[in-house]
């Protein structure tokens, strides 16, 4: 038997991920991306300024076939 292990993580792959769609309002930017592998998904990386920094307060994700956003703990 094959077992398949994901782990998420809250970091960003600009050679796995296409930015789709990127959001501001005041101050909070929301970037949603999309990954082809290894399943069909898109990620929602919320930013929160602090200070003069952008720093990453949550991170949730998509997969294409559920299309509800779930939240990454890790």
Do not use: A, H
Request: glycine share 2%.
């Amino acid at each position: 038997q094959r077992q398949m292990c994901i782990r998420d993580s809250y970091e960003y792959d600009p050679d796995k991920e296409v930015i789709e769609e990127v959001t501001e309002e005041n101050k909070k930017i929301i970037v949603i991306t999309y990954r082809e592998s290894p399943l069909k998904t898109k990620y929602m990386y919320i930013l929160l300024k602090k200070g003069e920094y952008w720093l990453i307060d949550s991170k949730k994700k998509c997969f294409l076939l559920d299309d509800k956003w779930k939240p990454i703990f890790l």
